[in-house]
């Protein structure tokens, strides 16, 4: 799973930011955006490089559990700001309005199971069932963004 899966799809998500913020008008706020994905996706990357611990427990870890863990966290945080940043990017675009709400709504929900994975972390019941659905809910939202940016590349029409 790390070399076939997260590795490859952290890149993959790295340089889908990194389009973004080459695609749409550059402001502060919209490259603060593409960074925080880029930054999501090079998280993913390391997640793994480095390998949690057997059972991913909270205590106790080894050098490779710790790294894991503390770059799991930040991408995931930086992955749901970078969300919730575009939805305010989205808005004050016309052509891209109709992704704001979605991408509002995305964000609130990677948090969420975001939060219920520490919620549950001395339990173990259901955390990787959270974490999955908070990294799945923001590649949904790389994918149904890139779908979009790809098909408005498709027609000539630039984002702006």
Known sequence: MN????IPTGLLIAAFGASLARRFPRT???LAAAILLVVY???ITGAGLYSCDPGC???HLSFDGMMHRVVS???FLAGILGIALWARCFRSLAAWRSLSRYSAVSSAMALVFLLLVG???QSRV???VWQRLSMMTMDLWCAIVGLRVFRSAAGGVRTA
């Open 3 to 6: 070399l076939l899966g997260f």
């Open 28 to 30: 502060s706020l919209s």
């Open 41 to 43: 996706g090079l998280g």
């Open 57 to 59: 427990p909270s205590q």
């Open 73 to 75: 966290i930040s991408a």
């Open 119 to 121: 919620a549950s972390e």
């Open 126 to 128: 259901f955390t990787g």
